[in-house]
């Protein structure tokens, strides 16, 4: 299998203070891998340098190389181009990634005519309109119609994480990247937007880069994971292992912490 | 004993929608009751009613017995004594400019407690594991998880009966949330809480009792493991199945 996403001895710091250090993993294409820490673990950063998008002040060093090329290092102009078409990303919370003066419709078809103009595909009106309308129905939401004409305020969180994915397959990545893209949502609305989430990647043969602190929403997410505590991997495996016999003492914390909640819903299992 | 009864109470923030529907329930002493519910389903309304902070529309809350008037200055520091209320998020329900000592020590001073003040602080600030140095310093010196103890001790200084937790927990880390919930288990001896949260296994590891709230309505009451073990209603149901598991 091809390489998509390789990270190695990755390092991020701002003002001399390292907040990742010596982070390595790889993706390959089609893999599905979990990223988990608690808040300030360095994961969010981690996602941002594998696509070039870290905040300025943070200097990256190592090697971020996302579909064959590197991103550390690289100018922005050049990094343009994998955005999107190599990885896109969904964050976390949909009220913030969406523009509020732009209604869905627009945003969404933005994100096709850029797709389009770059495969030489049609950009006229009607073509961007149907495709539009036809990702909104992807994403399993009502009334097409109607939400490509909705403002973001004007329908829900969970609708609004929906046409955030639908922006993000416009543009028909090899790996998506999700930070934690659940977290701001209602327990019943979080299970719909995982199953929407596991069928996309799984029928367009996606990779998918998963962060989350919550431990069983990443076990139903992906195969593999990786455990950071203080911007460091302290344990890496297939989720089975990892969850069953975690090595590490901060993964054997985090296991247990996660078992004491799930056994106090084991008289509804 | 009941300690708080809401009798069918109902609640409009504005004429053309209606909050809560015809909520009834009972709280008593020793038996800690979960309100669960999702975004809208009307919790946080409940528990400002059950906070005295707003007044139903229509229906009574009962504290100790009397109904709730909010005019009743008397009777109203007699309840804020009684109930005293933990948020969601630690790092605005602490006044940053005041020292930790003077936030735990409030409510003695604004209910009229009298007493000791160091002596009563020193107490609360050990029933919450913090060490008695934290007095001195300010709520930014602290993570979430220390705060979160700081707004329980300034909680517990007026020896309530009742403690109102709203999502107290859910803008923790795991790891420290789990020694929160066992700090709330030690409390829960000698106080009787109120958990707001959208989180059952939160609430199954609290609360003998519980609500399941829908769009202002109880959809289901009783016993929590009962509940739990053969849920009727099927937005219970959903709710439960909603719930991501750990691999067994």
């Given amino acids: 299998m091809t390489t998509l996403l390789d990270i190695r001895e990755l390092n ?4 001399g203070k390292k907040l990742v250090s010596d982070l390595s993993f790889t993706i390959a294409a089609g ?5 988990i820490g608690e808040s300030g673990s360095g994961k969010s950063l981690t996602a941002l340098a594998a696509i070039g998008l870290l905040p300025e002040g943070l200097q990256a060093s190592g090697s971020v190389i996302l579909d064959n090329r590197q991103v550390i290092g690289a100018r922005d102009r050049d990094l343009v181009p994998l955005r999107g078409t190599a990885a896109a990303v969904i964050f976390q919370e949909p009220l913030t990634a969406l523009d509020p003066l732009m209604k869905i419709g627009q945003q969404v078809g933005n994100a096709v005519k850029r797709r389009a103009k770059r495969d030489g595909g049609p950009t006229d009106k009607a073509s961007i309109q149907r495709e539009v309308l ?68 799984r029928e367009r043969d996606m990779a998918l880069l998963f962060i989350s602190h919550d431990l069983p929403v990443v076990a139903g997410a992906v195969e593999r994971v990786v455990v950071m505590q203080h911007g460091r991997v302290v344990e890496t495996g297939a989720v089975s292992t990892v969850f069953d016999q975690p090595e590490h003492a901060y993964t054997q914390s985090l296991v247990a912490a996660a078992r004491a909640f799930d056994d106090a819903l084991e008289i509804a299992r | 004993m009941s300690l708080i009864e809401v009798r069918n109470v109902s609640f409009s923030y504005t004429r053309q929608s209606r909050t809560l529907h015809d909520i009834n329930l009972t709280l008593r002493k020793g038996c800690n009751l979960g309100i669960v519910g999702e975004s809208g389903s009307g919790k946080t309304t409940l528990l400002r009613l059950l906070l005295g902070l707003n007044k139903p529309t229509s229906g009574e809350v009962r504290f100790e017995g009397s109904p709730l008037d909010l005019g009743n200055r008397q009777m ?35 209910l009229g407690i009298d007493g000791d003040k160091n002596e009563a602080v020193t107490q609360v600030l050990k029933a919450v594991g913090l060490s008695s140095d934290a007095t001195e310093r300010y709520p930014h010196e602290f993570s979430g998880g220390q705060r979160q103890r700081i707004a329980i001790a300034r909680a517990i200084i007026s020896r309530p009966d009742i403690i109102l937790a709203d999502e107290v927990v859910s803008a923790l880390d795991l790891s420290t949330r789990i020694r929160i919930v066992e700090l709330l288990k030690e409390l ?17 590891s609290l609360c003998e009792e519980m609500i399941i709230l829908e769009r202002g309505h109880i959809v289901e009451a009783g016993k929590t493991h009962e509940i739990l073990a053969n849920p009727g209603h099927s937005y219970t149901q959903k709710l439960l199945g909603s719930i991501p598991r750990m691999p067994r």
């Fill in chain 2, 76 to 110: 109203m520091r007699g309840f804020r004594r009684g109930v005293q209320a933990v948020f969601q998020d630690p790092y605005s329900s602490l006044d940053p400019r005041q020292r930790v000592f003077d936030i735990i020590a409030e409510p003695l001073r604004s």
């Fill in chain 1, 134 to 201: 036809a990702l909104l129905d992807q994403v399993a939401l009502p009334d097409p119609y109607r939400i490509s004409a909705a403002w973001p305020h004007e329908i829900s969180g969970g609708q609004r994480q929906r046409a955030a994915i639908a922006m993000a397959l416009a543009c028909k990545p090899k790996l998506l990247i999700a930070d934690e893209p659940t977290t701001a949502l209602d327990v019943t609305t979080q299970a719909e937007i995982l199953a929407l989430l596991g069928k996309l990647v």
């Fill in chain 1, 31 to 35: 893999e599905r891998l979990g990223l």
């Fill in chain 2, 188 to 204: 829960s001896a000698t106080m009787t809480f109120v958990l707001v949260s959208h989180d059952l296994s939160l609430v199954s």
């Fill in chain 1, 12 to 15: 991020i710091e701002a003002n």
